[in-house]
């Protein structure tokens, strides 16, 4: 770094004359002007040659600084002062190897002390899986409890339903037993009435439908006209020998067989 410096002050200084002599150059004639510029030549050619000198100097003094700096450390025997150094950069060392050591040791039980910490943590999350699968599965349990109630409930509500319905139908059975109830007395009144008709229409004496009715008066017993001995002198259903005043040709009778005959007809219809 100096070496390179030198020759810049050598361009900057040397080509121009001090203020000095150009103050000198003024005042004196051509020739002595001559005489004294020659001067100043050779002192600047001394001058360049004394800084070249110098500079020579610099760098042989730069060189043997650093020839001597790195002989010292290689070639040169070691002083008392460099073995204390030594000594003391050792000690150093050697306390700092000590500590290094000691840190390793610290990260080694550190790191042990982690790696257990990790394994807990696996084991824990292990658990935790577990735990959750157990939740998973009650959850699911739940929602079958939930839709169990809902099927309850629906079955309640359908059970609920069908009874009402049930109680409705009984009810309308009630009625409907009171009316077949009413319905079976008037069919055996009506039984009855067919009967009592049919009686009328029957001979006292032979127990058929009469034919040709004779009725008999004042009682209004009827035989058939073939029964001559059932109201001949007295009535046969009457058993009474006094009572028959008259007995006469009854075509009435004829009709209302009819008229019963179709009834019976409608009456076997209703029956079925
Ligand atoms: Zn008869
Ligand atoms: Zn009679």
């Known amino acids: 770094m100096l070496i390179n410096k030198l020759p810049l002050l050598e361009q900057t200084q040397s080509p121009k004359p001090s203020h000095k002599t150009k103050l000198n150059f003024e005042n004196t004639s051509y020739l002595q002007g001559e005489k004294f510029y020659k001067q100043p030549l050779v002192q600047k050619q001394k001058r360049q040659l004394s800084i070249m000198k110098s500079q020579n100097e610099i760098k042989k ?7 001597d700096s790195v002989s010292k450390r290689i070639q040169q025997p070691k002083t008392q002062l460099e073995f204390q150094t030594i000594d003391k950069l050792q000690l150093e060392f050697e306390t700092k190897y000590i500590e290094q050591n000691r840190v390793i040791d610290d990260l080694k039980l550190e790191n042990i002390k982690l790696k257990m910490q990790l394994e807990e943590q696996e084991q824990q999350i292990i658990y935790l899986k577990i735990i959750n699968s ?9 929602s079958t409890d939930i839709q169990i ?7 309640k509500d359908t059970y609920r339903r069908m009874d009402e319905t049930l109680r409705k139908a009984i009810d309308e059975n009630y009625e409907s037993q009171i009316k077949m109830k009413n319905l079976q007395i008037k069919s055996q009144q009506l039984e009855q009435f067919t009967f009592m008709f049919k009686q009328q229409l029957t001979c006292k004496f032979c127990r058929k439908e009469l034919n040709n009715t004779i009725t008999v008066i004042p009682c209004a017993h009827n ?12 009535c046969f259903a009457c058993n009474d020998d006094n009572k028959v005043q008259a007995t006469y040709h009854n075509e009435y009778m004829s009709d209302l067989i009819n008229m019963y005959k179709i009834f019976e007809n409608i009456l076997s219809l209703l029956r079925n």
């Open 61 to 67: 003094q730069i060189q043997s600084i650093t020839d």
């Open 134 to 142: 157990d939740l998973r599965q009650q959850i699911e349990i739940s």
């Open 149 to 155: 109630k809902k099927i309850e409930q629906e079955y």
């Open 223 to 234: 035989y058939c006209q073939r029964c001559v001995s059932g109201y001949v002198g007295r």
